[in-house]
């Protein structure tokens, strides 16, 4: 297994950027965000695999999810990911895969495959 140091999360530019941003949006009303934005309920929910996820509903914005998406590259969100899927140790605690996929595997699955 390979590690990457990374800066603590508070310490990260995105982290920075979006603690900055907070103010900006605190005191947003919805009310005031759908006017301003009739798509925003199409535009901020989406439904994958079952499951409805609808973030129109908080105060967030367009500024708000690209600095969260910063963060989630900043944090090398996508390589564990991919290590989770492989089966690799990223357990650090118990130096052992993750199991979360086969927790959500369909009966037959493949997941025997992806964890080793």
């Given at each position: 297994?390979?590690?990457?140091?990374?800066?603590?999360?508070?310490?990260?530019?995105?982290?920075?950027?979006?603690?900055?941003?907070?103010p900006k949006v605190q005191a947003l009303h919805l009310r005031q965000?759908?006017?301003?934005?009739?798509?925003?309920?199409?535009?901020?929910?989406?439904?994958?695999?079952?499951?409805?996820?609808?973030?129109?509903?908080?105060?967030?914005?367009?500024?708000?999810?690209?600095?969260?998406?910063?963060?989630?590259?900043?944090s090398g969100l996508r390589s564990s990911i991919d290590a989770m899927?492989?089966?690799?140790?990223?357990?650090?605690?118990?130096?052992?895969?993750?199991?979360?996929?086969?927790?959500?595997?369909?009966?037959?699955?493949?997941?025997?495959?992806?964890?080793?």
């Amino acid at each position: 297994m390979t590690t990457t140091t990374i800066a603590p999360l508070t310490q990260r530019r995105a982290w920075q950027a979006l603690a900055a941003h907070y103010p900006k949006v605190q005191a947003l009303h919805l009310r005031q965000l759908f006017a301003d934005d009739p798509t925003r309920g199409e535009r901020l929910s989406l439904e994958a695999i079952g499951i409805y996820f609808d973030y129109a509903k908080h105060r967030i914005t367009d500024e708000t999810l690209a600095l969260l998406l910063q963060l989630a590259a900043e944090s090398g969100l996508r390589s564990s990911i991919d290590a989770m899927f492989r089966g690799d140790k990223i357990n650090v605690t118990e130096k052992r895969a993750v199991l979360h996929i086969a927790l959500r595997a369909t009966k037959g699955g493949c997941v025997a495959k992806i964890v080793r």
